[in-house]
């Protein structure tokens, strides 16, 4: 089954672009060093895949027909535009970048599931909003108990360190448990491969990305939308993985950079909308709104090229 080349190289470029996201607000505020972030990224990544990813799986395998050679078809233009949009450092949407494939390769074969199609949509656009509205709740409440505590410097900076590694391994357990079946969810089905092998091997390939290419991501994302201290990025980082992680029980892949990119502009509501850099929010808003697109327009072109040769 040499198709599934496709779906390891896609969960790489997951793990370069999204994956380490859950721990990206903490490297970049110097609370924990990145090498330290990616072991436990990884760690619970995979065990959110093996434990929780198959429910995401089965919908993508219900959106549009796929077979084999379509499938790693899928795989290899999601995962060249997720490449593209890391090596220009900007946080992307894989479950676009997949979902924009999938529709391409249903419209070819004249299949595409309309209502799981709206599912997904809906819960793209409830993602970042989700976030957002989470991390201004948590803001209030966490620091309210904070404020309350009373803590000396040294007190604080041990609580928060500790609160930074928690919500980072909760994140990354929801990421794995979520976005897993961005990479292999279009393998299962006409008896390709298991939801539970297609959750292992998704996990170990986005654990590849992670340790191999996800540092300069990581910096957009913590660095330069809104500057963070560590308690904001605590919020940030949990926010994300309350929403990931309904997500899928829902069972729906969503964008972990998304959900980060909300959390961290919830952030900047509350400490004031000039603190957001508006000029590196517009870029990743351009880039989620292209990856989608750019993954139709190249599959379907290449489903009539691949029909033209033989091949589809």
Not at 6 to 25: H, I, Q, R
Not at 155 to 160: A, H, I, L, M, R
Not at 233 to 248: D, M, N, P, R
Not at 253 to 275: C, E, N, Y
Request: glycine content about 12%.
């Amino acid at each position: 089954m040499w198709q599934l080349v496709s779906g390891a190289y896609l969960g790489w470029a997951l793990g370069a672009n999204d994956a380490s996201n859950v721990f990206g607000t903490a490297v970049a505020s110097r609370m924990l060093r990145f090498w330290t972030a990616a072991v436990l990224c990884c760690v619970f990544l995979f065990l959110g895949a093996v434990l929780g990813g198959a429910e995401g799986m089965h919908t993508y395998s219900s959106l549009s027909k796929t077979t084999l050679n379509t499938a790693f078809l899928t795989g290899l233009v999601a995962a060249l535009t997720v490449t593209v949009m890391t090596w220009r450092q900007l946080p992307v949407s894989t479950s676009q970048a997949v979902v924009g494939a999938l529709i391409a390769v249903g419209l070819f074969h004249g299949k595409v599931e309309l209502g799981v199609l709206g599912k997904v949509v809906a819960c793209w656009v409830g993602t970042p909003i989700g976030a957002m509205v989470a991390a201004v709740f948590f803001y209030v409440v966490v620091g309210k108990i904070f404020n309350v505590l009373n803590l000396s410097v040294f007190q604080y900076d041990f609580v928060v360190r500790w609160f930074l590694v928690l919500a980072g391994s909760y994140g990354a357990y929801a990421l794995g448990a979520n976005n897993v079946a961005n990479v292999t969810g279009a393998f299962v089905g006409e008896g390709m491969l298991t939801a539970r092998m297609a959750c292992v091997v998704g996990g170990l390939s986005i654990c590849l990305g992670v340790i191999t290419f996800s540092r300069g991501v990581m910096m957009t994302v913590g660095r330069g939308l809104v500057k963070l201290d560590a308690f904001s990025a605590f919020v940030v980082i949990l926010s994300e993985a309350v929403t990931v992680h309904v997500y899928a029980m829902v069972g729906v892949p969503v964008s972990t950079s998304q959900a980060v990119v909300g959390g961290v502009l919830g952030i900047g509501f509350v400490k004031g909308v000039r603190t957001v850099n508006r000029r590196v929010l517009t870029n990743i808003v351009l880039a989620w709104v292209s990856t989608p697109v750019i993954a139709f327009a190249v599959t379907y072109g290449a489903c009539y090229l691949g029909r033209a040769v033989g091949w589809l």
